[in-house]
């Protein structure tokens, strides 16, 4: 069946949250020392990583880390405590960079993503934004002009699903009007992302590398579709 519509999630798959001048500053340990490459590397996969736990938490962190992406209040608890456990020492400077976490315009988006957005419209096929996320992430594509080529975005704190569970896949596809065997998912999680193929969706998956060591793993995907100019 032709592709009518493609899936993308967002973090690691479009957009991604990188080091840049702007967290040397804010990222010191209790001594006040700057932290290492290494160390703010490994925060920042701590913060984005689709589905590792990657810290331990009690009770009532647990629940916040597993309900963390339907429920912006849950959401900054858990990352709060993610910052705190990772050595950032106190809550004031967890909250400043918390903050950047959920700023999408601190985002960087892959350096393919408009390409790939314009090449599926010539084309006339949908596009939408599955992400298992608890913040309006639209302003990273509406600052660039890119929510013209968006036909739904599929927050899972507006749906009420978290990926993979199938109902974030079957709500964006009912808001394209697709069948699942005519979509295409597009991520950087097989676990979360591939959940759509148990709709019957198809999927690609990509790799969540820093954004210049990516330059054309969307178009590759889609190439490997069938999807190309």
């Not at 798959?13 to 340990?29: A, G, I, N």
């Not at 925060?43 to 880390?65: H, K, N, S």
């Not at 950087?188 to 790799?207: H, I, N, Q």
Request: proline share 6%; glycine share 6%; with cysteine.
């Amino acid at each position: 069946m032709t592709i009518e519509a493609v899936l993308f999630d967002y973090s690691g798959t479009l957009f991604r949250l990188e080091d840049d001048d702007s967290w040397v500053d804010q990222m010191v340990d209790a001594d006040g020392r700057a932290f290492d490459v290494h160390e703010k590397t490994e925060i920042l996969r701590r913060m984005t990583a689709p589905v590792e736990q990657l810290v331990q938490f009690g009770t009532d962190g647990q629940y916040a880390w597993d309900n963390r992406d339907l429920d912006p209040k849950l959401h900054r608890r858990a990352y709060t405590e993610v910052l705190r456990k990772s050595g950032v020492p106190t809550d004031d400077q967890a909250a400043i960079l918390y903050q950047r976490l959920i700023d999408p315009l601190t985002w960087t988006p892959y350096p393919d993503v408009e390409e790939v957005l314009t090449l599926l419209a010539a084309q006339g096929i949908q596009v939408a934004v599955v992400s298992n996320i608890a913040f309006d992430i639209r302003p990273a594509f509406t600052t660039r002009n890119w929510d013209r080529y968006i036909d739904a975005f599929a927050l899972s704190f507006e749906i009420g699903a978290v990926k993979p569970d199938p109902r974030i896949f079957a709500a964006t596809l009912d808001k394209l009007g697709v069948e699942p065997e005519a979509a295409l998912m597009v991520g950087d999680s097989a676990e979360a992302d591939g959940g759509a193929t148990a709709l019957g969706c198809r999927f690609a998956l990509v790799d969540p590398l820093p954004s210049q060591e990516r330059p054309s793993g969307l178009l590759d995907a889609l190439r490997g579709h069938g999807l190309s100019r």
